[in-house]
């Protein structure tokens, strides 16, 4: 492996890793919200047991999701200098507010976790409230400086000199708005399929049968909405990036000669070499539907990008294809769910309806680790989307495979220890709270 | 507005060395106990440190991106150069991390504890000594950015006698700090007494190690001498910092913990006044040419201005909940 390709391995495993933790950051603080509202409201225990399981859970995500962001803002000098020599004053902004609003998760993180019967019971309740808005806004600001990447603004490219830099302008950059709402509907998918997931296997098991339908059903609820609106989002960045980045639509779709009436590339194997791809379903127009809203309009292929400039075509295709399907069938799922909510209340407690909780578990996590394969990925062999390329922005220092396997084996490690402690969380359930 | 920025970065760095440090120090303390008392040690520091260690470590990452918002030239020079020390201290902050709150979370109290409390001992110590031998490098002037070879330029630019004794004057200080703060936060006099005799065992290591890191700076010709008393205010500041250090062993002696921490903060305050005042505004030396000023390698002054405003709009929100957090959490209330 040589150094540029590690550089670039190591950048996104620490993502890739980071994004879980952020994703469960983000959005358990809220269905926390919801249990201990509803422990408020109507004084069932179990809502208050509910509420404290997972905020034991939370507890050990956020240490993880705090250091692996910790680690984030070094490597992003540690691997990419150059760029972040030029990139740091123009995107820096949504970092500086982002400073603001982990402090204020971390204080009210305090307040909450160590909290109990200390204060006020609605003060207590607000400061879960504040942890869960500060992490999405802490999100919501880092997309916007990754949708900077995707779409630069905010500066002047004048022979290779970033004149006339305005940090706000950059900030909301053409892409910041799509790509936020499509983050906070994923982490509203993946953390609310995974949670209910884990409790829909409980009740399976015939463990605590109270406490975890309680939990399942406030987890369902966000995972069924947002499985419902995010097909839209994703149309919306779709439509987004075919405007601003044709070459990673392409690339997306594996479309690589540029045509009207274009058809959409269902699975297959694309072929770089030959621009071909083997064994695809098509349906004709349908792309040219999808990413400008007509069936016969023209959609950039690969064929009009110079070699140089095109990103991999396999990866990004499968990684696409992988994420659209995951959320067609979180889609099918959230609908049937709805139904049987408004029309067969008694299949609620249908074996196969469990089940199909528990198969659900990674759908989510796996849709987001595909999403951001396809935007970052496909944004290559662009770090700046049009203005410096990748290659040129890594870090001199030789011996970069090193830091590359170091790295890999504390994610390991840590991946591993820390589905031990949720297994255990789990377990416990019985002894620590539920007498059921 | 650049000296607003530049405030709020010595300001951060200054807490993240009295809060960071006092909870690095914690698991300094611990690290040197014996291994009867390490149980009992352990208790009443993560009663003192748990609600706000997460917030303790917030400083580094506001220095660090007011580094990378506002110097990128500074933040991508230190990364380059010194990518060695910085992936170990990185390292040593996700173990730190990590085995902190696993410890407390783990449903099941095992043998893994035992291996929590080992990564928590040794990282503790491990990451303030690369902080310090960071910092040390940093204004020794021992990064060469005119090093051809792949030992100058990524190796010897950070290990250096000098960084080292840093290091470890970091360590003890971190130590020092955390002994008393817990001292104030202990209930039982047994416990008192145990910090109060870890807090002189720390002081008197603290000197010693200043002591290296000047015997060093002698050997090696690093102009210390020159940085700490070539001007009056520096000069001045280390002469209240040892005179303090009288008062407080009296201060030990009678056990006053809120003076005790005063005075404490003061020492570590004053000397990195003492430091920094003489190298203004430059932040990194470097070996055979200009150091880098933080007056000089700014970026845009839309970038400064926007970073100012939202620095100073991000305190008004931190700064009374970090107090009122702290407030609800120190000893007096618990009752
Ligand atoms: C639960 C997760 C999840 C699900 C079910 C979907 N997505 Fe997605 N998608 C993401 C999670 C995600 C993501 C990980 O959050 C990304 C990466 C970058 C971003 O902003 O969101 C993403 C990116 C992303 C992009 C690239 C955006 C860019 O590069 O700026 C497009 C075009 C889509 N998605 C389209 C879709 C469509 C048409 C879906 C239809 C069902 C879909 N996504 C479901
Ligand atoms: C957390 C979700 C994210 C994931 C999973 C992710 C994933 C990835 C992947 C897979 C790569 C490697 C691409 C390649 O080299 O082929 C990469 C590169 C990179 N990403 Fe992201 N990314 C995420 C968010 C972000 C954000 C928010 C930023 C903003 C600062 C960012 C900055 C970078 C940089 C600087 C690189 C290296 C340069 C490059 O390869 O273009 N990423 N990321
Ligand atoms: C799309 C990508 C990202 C999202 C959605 C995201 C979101 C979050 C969230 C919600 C947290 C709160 C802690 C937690 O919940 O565990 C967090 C922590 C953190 N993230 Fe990310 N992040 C992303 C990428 C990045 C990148 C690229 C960086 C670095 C430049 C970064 C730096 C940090 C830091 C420093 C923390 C620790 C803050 C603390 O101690 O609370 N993140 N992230």
């Known amino acids: ?436 | 507005m650049i000296y607003i920025v530049m405030a709020y970065l010595w300001a951060s760095v200054l807490l993240y060395i009295l809060m960071g440090g006092a909870d690095f120090g914690a698991g300094i303390l611990e690290f040197f106990s014996t291994r009867k008392s390490q149980e009992r040690t352990r208790t009443v520091m993560y009663r003192a440190i748990g609600p706000i260690w997460e917030a303790n470590h917030m400083w580094l990452i506001i220095a660090i991106v007011i580094l990378f918002v506002g110097f990128p030239v500074i933040y991508t020079t230190m990364s380059v150069y010194l990518h060695i020390p910085l992936t170990i201290m990185l390292l040593g902050i996700i173990a730190r991390g990590t085995a902190f709150t696993f410890r407390n979370y783990d449903a099941v109290k095992d043998q893994l504890q035992v291996v929590y409390s080992k990564t928590f001992m040794y990282s503790s110590v491990i990451t303030p000594l690369f902080l310090g031998i960071i910092a040390g490098s940093a204004v020794s002037g021992s990064i060469n950015p005119k090093a051809t070879h792949f030992a100058d330029a990524y190796i010897f630019s950070w290990l250096t006698p000098f960084s080292l004794a840093v290091g470890i004057f970091t360590v003890t200080i971190c130590g020092f700090l955390a002994a008393i703060f817990i001292i104030g936060e202990t209930k039982s006099e047994t416990d008192k007494t145990r910090f109060v005799k870890k807090s002189k065992h720390m002081s008197i290591a603290a000197l010693l190690a200043a002591a290296l890191v000047f015997a060093i700076a002698f050997l090696e010709d690093i102009p210390l001498t020159h940085w700490l008393f070539g001007n009056a205010v520096s000069v001045a500041c280390v002469a209240l910092a040892v005179a303090s250090l009288i008062w407080m062993w009296v201060s030990l002696f009678t056990k006053q913990t809120k003076l005790l921490r005063v005075i404490a903060g003061a020492q570590v305050t004053l000397l990195l006044v003492a430091i920094t005042y003489e190298h203004y505004p430059v932040l990194i030396n470097l070996k055979d040419s200009e150091g880098l000023s933080l007056l000089d390698n700014y970026g845009s002054p839309k970038t400064i201005q926007s970073l100012a405003v939202a620095l100073i709009a991000g305190s008004i929100f931190i700064l009374p909940s970090l107090f009122y957090l702290l407030y609800s959490f120190s000893n007096k209330r618990e009752a």
């Open chain 1, 1 to 436: 492996m040589d150094d540029f390709i590690a550089a670039r391995a190591q950048m996104a495993l620490s993502l890739g890793f980071h994004i879980i933790f952020a994703c469960i950051g983000m959005m358990m603080p809220f269905f926390m919200a919801v249990a201990h509202y509803k422990w408020l409201k109507t004084g069932d225990i179990t809502y208050k047991n509910v509420t404290k399981a997972w905020s034991r859970g939370v507890a050990i995500f956020f240490a993880t999701g705090a250091v692996s962001g910790t680690v984030l803002s070094f490597e992003l000098g540690l691997l990419w200098p150059e760029f972040m020599k030029h990139a740091g004053p123009i995107f820096g902004m949504p970092f500086s507010l982002e400073g603001t609003a982990f402090f204020i998760e971390a204080i009210a993180l305090g307040f909450y976790l160590y909290g109990w019967n200390r204060f006020n019971k609605w003060f207590h309740w607000i400061t879960g409230v504040v942890v869960g808005v500060s992490g999405l806004a802490s999100g919501i600001l880092v997309v916007a400086a990754n949708a900077w990447m995707n779409s630069p603004a905010g500066f002047d490219f004048v022979n290779g000199q970033y004149l006339n830099i305005n940090p706000i302008t950059a900030m909301f950059n053409d892409a910041w708005l799509s790509q936020a709402i499509h983050m906070i509907l994923a982490t509203t998918v993946a953390t609310g399929f995974a949670v209910a997931g884990v409790h829909a296997l409980m009740i399976l098991k015939g463990k605590n049968i109270i406490f975890h339908t309680k939990a399942f059903q406030i987890a369902a609820l966000f995972a069924v909405i947002g499985a419902i609106l995010q097909p839209f989002s994703g149309d919306f960045s779709a439509k987004d990036i075919a405007k601003r980045q044709p070459a990673k639509l392409a690339a997306m779709e594996a479309h690589f000669k540029t045509e009207e009436r274009a058809a959409l590339i269902i699975g297959g194997i694309p072929d770089e070499e030959k621009e071909t791809v083997r064994y695809a379903v098509k349906i004709p127009g349908a792309l040219s539907f999808l990413a400008h809203g007509d069936f016969n309009k023209e959609v950039t292929g690969l064929d009009a990008i110079a070699k140089k400039d095109r990103p991999p075509v396999a990866i990004v295709h499968y990684a696409f294809q992988v994420m659209v399907m995951l959320g067609v069938l979180m889609l099918l799922i959230a609908l049937l769910y709805l139904f049987i909510l408004w029309r067969k209340k008694s299949w609620l407690d249908k074996r196969w309806l469990l089940k199909l909780f528990v198969a659900a578990i990674p759908a989510g996590f796996i849709a987001v680790e595909a999403g951001w394969t396809v935007t970052e990925v496909g944004r290559q062999p662009w770090i700046i989307h049009g203005i410096m390329r990748t290659a040129d922005a890594v870090t001199p220092m030789p011996g970069i495979v090193y830091s590359f396997y170091i790295f890999t084996g504390v994610y390991v490690s840590l991946s591993v220890i820390v589905i031990l402690l949720l297994y255990r969380q789990v377990k416990m359930v019985g002894k620590l709270y539920d007498k059921s």
